[in-house]
């Protein structure tokens, strides 16, 4: 292999992986304040068919961003009102918004079907993108790959330095004892349900604007689950889901260059790469039972009814 | 707790009621065109046709050729016909209820469009013994139910030849889906093709275990354009290929429709399905009462298969060895696997003089000379 080739294989992994990023670092947040939301994958297709609608009317693919967030937003919203609000099961309500908004994307998103718009072009940054090996991947990929970036270690410093941090975490380990010392346990919940919300629907954007610039129904072909898979692989920590995330991108891209390279191995087994990966994990965490039970947030998945 | 108990009932019944509307998509669409048959009936009973099509009509591809047939056929004949389809069906039990639905609701013809729709329309055939059916692409067969599939393989070496004559690093490459006999003709059509024009050619295959994908699809066009390939066509479901292909400023051979509009400068032609034909040809017998049931493989000589209209890099020299090609496909002098054909190991498939048989070409299971890589095992 030719240091050409690993340096389009760095720069292909960042990119595969970077819909998984923005898509795990929302459920992450939801899951610490803990509220388990399942509809990742309708959240996801509303933003693409919302951004790349918006950015075809309107000629702006910034605007069509933005469309994507809010398609997201209004998606985790309406998960909001019924799971938190309403104190609906979090499983059946987020399955029922990944149906419903597989099934409403593709009903608005009908006739921009068979469309082509010139996507969301890379920005190069001069002479570090000339940087041997790693300077492609770092420094020649689209805006929202590093916007991811920024996302990223926004959410790391979150948990890691700022009070809010610890609020969101008090409230899905305990909801009663955090309301009980006066943290607003429905509001904070909201907040990070409508955050993940918008991560997905800028994950949407990223497919449907940046990724292949096109609609097409189902487009985002299982990513949100594989994200949600993601969060379990990192145990809940904030950097272990940026390792997981390029760790699946490179898995899924391996098995079509090891192919380009002429190797022998059966695509099918190449194709199971990223899952064989995540039951590893999996396998991994449950021999350190205990240190994957401290991480899982105590109170995910369940409702939580304000005291009157 | 009586009041919470409420409120969680409110929550479930807005959760069903957005998972019925959903789920209700597809049937709503069948159900607008279906309204209007009683009015109609009484002035002059026109032939009810039912089409039921795997993907939405609106993908570009596969589904899209389907209907849009169905709209030429409604052109064609007006108020003699009255069409009704239903889109994104799942294959299996849920196609079954939707067959079953058209049949009972006053259809006289079923198209029913996908591989996996086979056991059911045979199940639906037989409990409907006065509707005729038309399948595409299987190979189980009733009194009341023919079969229909297009020779696409034989676009598919057409544009090997534009391929074959237009690379300059002499390598192409081939986005494909899994290993199954028709994509394999498809991929051994094509090489032939540009092996004829161009004896140092390499087409490199990628199998993206997947036939819709668009951005698995995007990496396997970018691996093979870092291979060298600088044209590129696909045997998938998307337009992410011909996009990759845009982008990086290499050249691409479509598939299913003409999709110039993903790649303005990259798209050179496609391999294109008409129905129309065919549609027509069936639409006829029936209402002149000399319906069979057969098994139809129609090609170029049909128009069935077709290529997209050629962009303005396309040599004038390769346009027209291409148009002689199709036309002598056309005339029948020629086919496509007319011998000597040869595998990967150089060993003779087919003799000189002698040409491949539909049985042959039906399991199609090793590449041709000029292919490069293994084929895996499926």
């Known amino acids: ?308 | 707790m009586t009041l919470s108990i409420n409120k969680k009932m409110a929550a479930f019944s807005v959760v069903a009621a957005l998972g019925l509307t959903a789920c209700g998509k597809a049937p709503e669409t069948a159900e607008a065109p279906a309204a209007a048959p009683e009015a109609a009936a009484e002035t002059a009973a026109p032939l009810k046709i039912g089409f039921v099509y795997v993907g939405p009509t609106g993908d570009a591809g596969w589904t899209y050729a389907h209907d849009e047939a169905r709209k030429a056929l409604e052109a064609k004949y007006g108020d003699k016909i009255e069409t009704t389809y239903v889109e994104s069906v799942k294959e299996g039990a849920d196609s079954e209820r939707v067959i079953g639905q058209l049949a009972r609701t006053g259809n006289d013809l079923i198209f029913t469009t996908s591989f996996g729709y086979m056991n059911p329309t045979l199940k639906v055939a037989g409990m409907n013994p006065e509707v005729k059916f038309e399948h595409a692409s299987g190979y189980k067969r009733a009194d009341n139910m023919g079969t229909f599939f297009t020779r696409a393989y034989q676009g598919r070496y057409l544009t090997g030849l534009v391929a074959g004559s237009m690379t300059e690093t002499n390598v192409i490459g081939y986005v494909a889906s899994f290993p199954i006999p028709e994509v394999i003709r498809g991929i051994n059509a094509f090489t032939k093709g540009a092996l004829e024009v161009n004896p140092d050619v390499k087409v490199k295959v990628v199998w993206a275990s997947t036939w819709f994908d668009p951005a698995k699809e995007r990496e396997a066009a970018e691996t093979l354009m870092l291979q060298g390939a600088d044209i590129l066509t696909q045997h998938t479901d998307s337009a992410a290929v011909v996009q990759a292909a845009e982008a990086k400023g290499k050249f691409a051979i479509g598939y299913h429709s003409d999709m110039a509009v993903y790649g303005e400068k990259a798209h050179l032609t496609a391999t294109i399905h008409n129905w129309e034909p065919l549609y027509t040809a069936k639409v006829e017998a029936v209402l002149n009462d000399t319906w069979t049931s057969e098994d139809l493989w129609p090609g170029i000589a049909e128009g069935t298969t077709d290529l997209a209209p050629f962009a303005d890099v396309v040599p004038a020299a390769v346009r027209e060895l291409v148009d002689a090609k199709k036309a002598a496909l056309k005339a029948g002098e020629m086919r496509v696997f007319d011998g000597p054909l040869l595998n990967q190991a150089g060993e003779v498939i087919v003799a000189e003089g002698e040409t491949m048989e539909d049985g042959a070409l039906l399991g199609f299971n090793q590449y041709v000379q000029g292919v490069e890589g293994a084929l895996p095992k499926n």
């Open chain 1, 1 to 308: 292999m030719d240091i050409d080739l690993i340096a389009n294989i760095l720069f292909a992994t960042l990119r595969t992986g970077t819909p998984l990023i923005l898509i795990a670092l929302g459920e992450l947040v939801a899951e610490k304040a803990g509220v388990l939301n399942l509809g990742q994958e309708g959240m996801v297709l509303m933003g693409a068919v919302s951004g790349f609608i918006v950015a075809t009317v309107t000629g702006s693919l910034t605007l069509g961003v933005f469309a994507a967030i809010a398609a997201g937003l209004l998606m985790s919203l309406l998960f909001g009102v019924l799971a938190i609000s309403l104190v609906s099961n979090q499983v059946a309500t987020g399955l029922a918004l990944t149906i419903f908004g597989t099934g409403l994307s593709a009903f608005v998103g009908a006739s921009y079907v068979g469309q082509g718009i010139e996507g969301i072009t890379p920005w190069i940054v001069p002479v570090l993108s000339d940087i041997p090996l790693v300077g492609k991947a770092l420094f020649a990929q689209d805006p929202l790959v590093y916007l991811s970036w920024v996302l990223f270690i926004g959410v790391y410093l979150f948990f890691k330095k700022s009070r809010g941090g610890l609020v969101v975490r008090a409230v899905g380990e305990n909801p009663e004892a955090a309301n009980a010392v006066g943290m607003k346990v429905t509001r904070v919940r909201y907040a990070a349900v409508l955050f993940g919300g918008a991560m997905s629907g800028l994950a949407g954007g990223y497919l449907s604007l940046a990724y292949t610039p096109l609609w097409t129904e189902g487009m985002s072909a299982g990513r949100g689950w594989i994200a949600l898979a993601l969060v379990v692989f990192a145990s809940w920590k904030v950097s272990r889901v940026m390792l997981g995330a390029y760790l699946f991108g490179a898995a899924s891209i391996m098995h079509l260059v090891l192919q380009g390279l002429g190797f022998e191995v059966s695509p099918n087994l190449l194709a199971m790469l990223p899952y064989v990966a995540t039951i590893l994990v999996l396998m991994i965490l449950a021999n350190d039972a205990a240190k994957a039970k401290l991480n899982t947030p105590l109170s995910l998945g369940q409702p939580y009814r304000p005291q009157v």
